[in-house]
């Protein structure tokens, strides 16, 4: 959307804001019951695994100068790329509402004047962000991530230092292998962004690096903070713990301004993605209506457990990416002129069903890694099989 680039300190900035999110502080509330140690072990395995994936795919977009639904044609082809696209969008404006719902009612447990008020709020915070444009909010970037970096550590002061409730009882604990998981999941719900910024970088590799590991860095912190909540203050509401600590107009700054900081990449990268499916689109515009579609979402639809929603953006992008990465630095084959690739998306299918099968079997990685794994080595076996086939024809 814009030509200037952005340096390695702007995006790291941006993956900071991304990892401060109420959302990943209430997905860290479910591993309480491992414990406060092997919860922590868990956290911090899926997030090198899910952050590694996060970097290749940052760095395909960020040498090629695609977006991150462009440079899936290096594999699908065109109408390949489309398809992913048209997903990528579905799945931002349902990330989009998850977010301004999770916002919203968390806003609402401390200055309580409605729901839908809040929800109106956030989106229209959201849409001033949009309209600024990625490029050009480096100063209140700057401010932002500031406030938002003092206020967690007040946050944090509180939860592991401050009075503590009365601990939480848990009858049943997640295997490991399920924790690990739905700490890659996180990262993972990254993979369709992530070129869409590291493409403007100016140092593509650097930039690409600082954000995976500032991301991951952060989001580690923001799952361990809803994790300590529910094992040492007995609460896994981080409003309710606001409310109780007396944070106020703090604790509304940070779950605003978090909201905000990190929905606006959603809806940013869903006005890219959408100028992939249909090239006249006016990417700014998009982005406007798939924030106001998400601030509609949150006010009309209960959105309480997104559980199932990061495995669905697992189980269609995982496979997305293990090929990609297998044809752009293994086999370094460009689908780009074709049409589709039939055969890549036969193995993405695979891959995606296979994830499916995968997320009932408990391994210690995670199904994401195992799925992965299985997808690069199909993609790489139809790889020496074309090379094969086109030296004997010759």
């Not at 480096?138 to 503590?164: A, P």
């Not at 086999?331 to 499916?356: N, T």
């Not at 992965?372 to 030296?391: A, D, E, K, N």
Request: hydrophobic share 55%; net charge neutral; proline share 1%.
């Amino acid at each position: 959307m814009e030509n200037k680039q952005t340096s390695v300190f702007n995006n790291a900035l941006i993956w900071f804001g991304a990892g401060v999110s109420i959302a990943e502080i209430i997905t860290g509330t479910y591993f309480a019951p491992l414990g406060f140690a092997k919860g922590t072990a868990a956290i911090l395995l899926g997030h090198l695994i899910g952050c590694s994936l996060l970097f290749f795919a940052g760095y395909i977009g960020g040498v090629s100068r695609k977006s991150a639904m462009e440079t899936t044609k290096f594999s699908f082809g065109d109408i390949g790329s489309r398809f992913f696209a048209l997903l990528n969008v579905l799945q931002l404006v349902g990330w989009t509402g998850i977010m301004i719902y999770d916002g919203s009612l968390a806003v609402n447990e401390i200055f309580s004047f409605g729901k839908w008020v809040w929800c109106l709020v956030i989106g229209a915070l959201i849409i001033i962000w949009i309209v600024i444009g990625i490029t050009n909010l480096g100063k209140i970037n700057v401010f932002t991530m500031s406030l938002l970096f003092i206020l967690t550590l007040v946050l944090c002061k509180i939860i592991f230092f401050g009075e503590k409730g009365e601990a939480s009882v848990f009858e049943e604990a997640m295997s490991f292998g399920s924790a690990v998981e739905l700490a890659v999941a996180m990262p993972l719900s990254w993979l369709p962004l992530i070129s869409d910024y590291t493409k403007e970088a100016e140092k593509p590799f650097r930039a690409t690096l600082a954000s995976s590991v500032i991301y991951g860095a952060v989001s580690c912190w923001m799952y361990i903070i809803g994790m300590g909540a529910a094992i040492f203050t007995g609460e896994s509401d981080i409003a309710a713990i606001a409310v109780k600590s007396g944070l106020g107009i703090a604790g509304l700054i940070i779950i605003i301004l978090s909201t905000v900081t990190t929905t606006f990449l959603d809806a940013f990268s869903a006005g890219i993605s959408a100028k992939t499916v249909f090239e006249k689109l006016d990417g700014k515009i998009t982005a406007i209506a798939v924030a106001s579609l998400g601030t509609a979402g949150a006010i009309l639809f209960n959105m309480d457990n997104i559980t199932d929603f990061l495995y669905y953006i697992g189980s269609v992008f995982a496979p997305v990416i293990a090929i990609l990465i297998a044809d752009f630095f293994v086999i370094k084959r460009d689908s780009s002129g074709k049409k589709i690739d039939i055969a890549k998306i036969i193995i993405w299918i695979l891959g995606f069903v296979l994830y499916r099968i995968l997320m009932s079997v408990d391994f210690i990685l995670g199904c994401t890694v195992l799925d992965m794994v299985l997808t690069f080595i199909f993609t790489l076996i139809w790889g020496c099989y074309t090379t094969y086939r086109g030296s004997t024809l010759r």
